[in-house]
């Protein structure tokens, strides 16, 4: 993987790590053994590139040894007029029932740290 | 720095001609998360063998990455002074900086504005829109591709924010890379030219899905390039469904006065 491709991932790792290692020590905890994060495919971070980063960054963090868990969502809008969801397949957000663009995308741009194991 | 297209990672940028130095957030961390304490914590009964219990904190905190935390401050400060604030973004050559000259000198006298804007290199867009008599403050990128949140909230700081009611973002001519960073401005504004052919929206769908106003320029220019009017519209309507849409000629004054209609009642947001 080329290193321009990743540099976005290592600056939301380096975001991660930071909010992990603290809220780790807000707990009392000298150690992470898993984090675990949710991304969104529309997030604009690849799980790939996410691993990688944490690999490379993890080394002097209280997660040096922990192991890192990706659950990908897949985006969903809602249609206003089907007043049903569905799940996004192009980049306008057609329903496939009635053909109208939805503007209220529900799910699929998630970034977020899910929990931690700690001790 | 730029995930969309691979050019350089952020280097060496200048405001108004001024190189400027790195900066640093307060709380000294380059990569800056949300500072928010943590959700239910519960300990499951250890596996035999661990010295100490795993405890297990569910935490569902986002991760902002950098360029978010900054877009998050301005749109902070924005709020508090009641400024409205525009991300302009099209291709190069569109017609922004055509277009946001004639808006200034139309709004002149009803709205206090300010342009920020973003290039490469040299203070050409700038001198232009320094005509108008509004204060422009100029961001050349060196060799970055759009305009980052942080480049903003640095150039803010050559402004009067206090005295201003609107402040337009004038973002580097690009339809790709812009659409993915966040300035903190309440309304992004696509301009798509009669000249560029009216399939671009679908083209590049991310940068006119985002935008809150849509502006068709060079109208003038739509007989002699054989534009297809209805097509163009019906694309955008597509790639933009909540997106006003206007229709402009900054040579002729066609749709300007609709246009600064639409921004003098715009609100902070």
């Known amino acids: 993987m080329p290193a321009a491709d990743i540099v976005h991932e290592v600056s939301i790792m380096q975001s991660t790590l930071a909010l992990a290692e603290q809220q780790a020590r807000q707990s009392g905890a000298a150690a992470i053994h898993s984090l675990r994060m949710r991304i969104g495919t529309l997030s604009g971070v690849v799980a790939e590139a996410l691993q990688f980063a944490f690999q490379a960054l993890k080394a002097d963090t209280l997660a040096a040894g922990a192991t890192l868990e990706v659950e990908e969502v897949r985006p969903a809008c809602w249609c206003g007029e089907c007043r049903a969801e569905f799940e996004v397949t192009d980049f306008l957000y057609e329903c496939p029932h009635c053909h109208r663009p939805s503007v209220d995308l529900r799910r699929g741009r998630e970034l977020a740290l899910v929990s931690l194991e700690v001790s | ?269």
């Not at chain 2, 380059?30 to 943590?38: I, T």
């Not at chain 2, 812009?178 to 798509?192: C, I, K, M, Q, Y």
């Not at chain 2, 399939?199 to 502006?215: E, G, H, M, T, W």
């Not at chain 2, 003038?220 to 054989?226: F, G, P, Q």
């Open chain 2, 1 to 269: 720095m730029c995930q969309e297209c691979g050019c350089s990672q952020k280097g060496p940028y200048k405001i108004d001609g001024q190189p400027v130095g790195e900066v640093v957030l307060s709380g000294g961390q380059h990569a800056m998360v949300e500072d928010k304490p943590a959700g239910h914590v519960h300990t499951h009964s250890h596996a035999p063998g661990h010295a100490h219990p795993h405890v297990h904190l569910d935490l569902n905190l986002p991760v902002l990455a950098q360029n978010d935390r900054f877009a998050e401050r301005n749109r902070g400060a924005f709020q508090a002074l009641g400024l409205v604030v525009l991300n302009v973004v099209s291709s190069p050559g569109a017609g922004k900086t055509t277009l946001l000259r004639k808006t200034l000198e139309t709004l002149k006298g009803r709205r206090r504005a300010a342009v920020i804007v973003g290039d490469l290199a040299t203070e050409n867009d700038a001198d232009r829109l320094r005509t108008t008599g509004a204060p422009v403050v100029q961001v050349t990128t060196g060799t970055l591709c759009h305009l980052e949140a942080e480049m903003i909230s640095r150039a803010l700081a050559k402004l009067d924010l206090k005295n201003l009611d609107l402040l337009i973002i004038e973002n580097v001519g690009n339809l790709v890379c812009p659409a993915s960073f966040d300035l903190g401005e309440g309304t992004r504004v696509a301009l798509l030219s009669t000249t560029e052919g009216e399939d671009k929206p679908l083209k590049y769908p991310p940068i006119f899905q985002n935008a809150d106003a849509v502006i068709l320029t060079k109208t003038d220019l739509a007989e002699a390039v054989e534009f297809n009017r209805a097509a163009a519209l019906a694309n955008l309507r597509q790639a933009s469904p909540k997106a006003r849409l206007f229709e402009t000629s900054a040579k002729t004054g066609t749709g300007i006065s609709e246009w600064c209609d639409y921004l003098a009642g715009l609100r902070t947001r």
